[in-house]
């Protein structure tokens, strides 16, 4: 199905199941591909307010690379590269996203000190049923210590983003209360978007947030929402035509970390 904007692409992604026996909720809806976000592919194609129509929750990016985005019961916020923290207006555009809306399946609680990502991360692995499906997250809690990073809007010829996150700007807090917003996708889908975990931070009172780099949270609640399928929609009119898209799994690691 073709639209004036968008050449529709789904791929669904079935397990045990038929897709569509599951609600909305347990589907992502994803906005071209991290692999073409690696690329420099930054022209935002889909406005925000059409994203809201298939998800409550989410992150992503906007227009030019301009910033982190961080969707939460159903707003949408942008932490730009002044590290402050922006509602966004619905008709500015997407290059990359992923939604959904948001059902708790399973909700764990953390009561012994996460003092780093990979003990955060690895606290999460062991509670998931399998490996084999995605997950959108939702985590909240009082950080005693977060780093999160943001991205400056690029002007075009645009930049591989590996250029761009060398010189990104980061933002430390401490003692502040948030929820960290985002996905774990299975190692297959590595190129369509982050395969391990990819999450956003966003505080209570909307003064700071960001991509996730470090944290440090002695307790926290975690909401996990088991998703069954990706839908999955390329842009029509921008980069991505023409485009060499590769998967380069261990570049990927260093722009997400």
């Known amino acids: ?83 402050k923290v922006y509602k966004v207006a619905k008709t500015v555009k997407t290059p990359f996203a992923a939604v959904s809306f948001f059902d708790t399946d399973q909700k764990i609680q953390i009561s012994e000190p996460v003092s780093s990502l990979a003990a955060l991360y690895d606290a999460i692995l062991k509670a998931l049923p399998t490996k084999n499906i995605p997950y959108l997250i939702k985590i909240t809690g009082t950080a005693a210590y977060v780093k999160t990073r943001s991205v400056p809007k690029q002007q075009k010829p645009y930049p591989r983003l590996v250029e761009v996150t060398k010189n990104q700007p980061t933002f430390e807090a401490k003692n502040i209360e948030g929820t960290l917003i985002g996905v774990w996708l299975p190692e297959y889908m590595a190129g369509v978007n982050m395969a391990g975990f990819h999450l956003h931070f966003l505080s209570k009172d909307l003064s700071f947030g960001g991509h996730l780099l470090e944290i440090d949270m002695p307790k926290a609640t975690v909401e996990i929402d088991y998703t069954y399928g990706l839908q999955l929609t390329l842009p029509s009119q921008s980069d991505f035509f023409t485009t060499t898209l590769k998967q380069d799994k261990e570049e990927l690691k260093k722009i997400e970390q």
């Open 1 to 83: 199905m073709k639209r004036n904007i968008f050449w529709t692409a789904v791929l669904f992604v079935v397990f045990g199941f038929s897709l569509f026996a599951q609600s909305k909720g347990d589907v992502i809806y994803q906005v071209s591909t991290l692999g073409a976000l690696q690329e420099g592919v930054y022209d935002g194609v889909e406005p925000i307010e059409t994203l809201l129509k298939y998800g409550d929750t989410g992150i992503g990016t906007f227009d030019g690379l301009d910033g982190e985005m961080i969707i939460l019961n159903g707003t949408c916020y942008q932490v730009k590269a002044d590290g």
